[in-house]
């Protein structure tokens, strides 16, 4: 059975809207983590064109062709702020699922990524106060394969 690593990525502050940190992570490489207008999202950092530094790439929407009857054809904008497009060759994706725009069988990995809200443990009996919090973390969450290798080897390799 495999489990997820978590790994607190750096808290909402510094993650401002609009922006993205790139993280080292242990067995994995190189991840970005995209604050698109408070929703967070992580994708390793490699294009599986030919391994372009995918999250140094635009953060945009894509087009789509818009059919009219009697009318020529159009190109209309969609989805912006969803779209990561490489910068080497401008391969786009999903930011949210990591399937590319042109082709339902590319995709670049992507992560599970949530704020993390500490909430004190506080005694049922105790006289409490309102608190607001204001340091929340962004937790970035990886599953753990190394447990699935060891497995492969100790059974012969299947």
């Known amino acids: 059975m495999s489990t ?4 607190v990525v750096g808290r909402t502050d510094e993650i401002a809207a609009g922006t993205r940190k790139l993280i080292a992570i242990p ?4 991840v970005g983590v995209f604050n698109n207008n408070g929703e967070f999202f992580a994708v390793k950092n490699v294009c599986p064109h030919q391994g372009g530094p995918m999250c140094r ?8 062709p818009r059919f009219e009857p009697g009318k020529r054809p ?4 969609i989805r912006d702020g969803e779209i990561l497009r490489c910068p080497w060759h401008g391969w786009e994706f999903d930011i949210r699922t990591g399937k590319a725009i042109f082709s339902s069988r590319t995709r670049v990995s992507v992560y599970d990524v949530f704020v993390d809200e500490v909430e004190p443990d506080v005694p049922s009996d105790a006289e409490t106060y309102p608190v607001s919090i204001e340091r929340r973390d962004v937790v970035l969450e990886i599953p753990d394969r190394s447990d699935v290798s060891r497995r492969s080897v100790d059974n012969g390799g299947g």
Not at 4 to 7: G, L, M, T
Not at 27 to 30: F, N, T
């Open 27 to 30: 067995g994995v490489g190189e």
């Open 57 to 64: 790439g635009l953060i945009t929407g894509t087009t789509r």
């Open 4 to 7: 997820n690593k978590r790994y």
């Open 74 to 77: 159009e190109m209309e904008w």
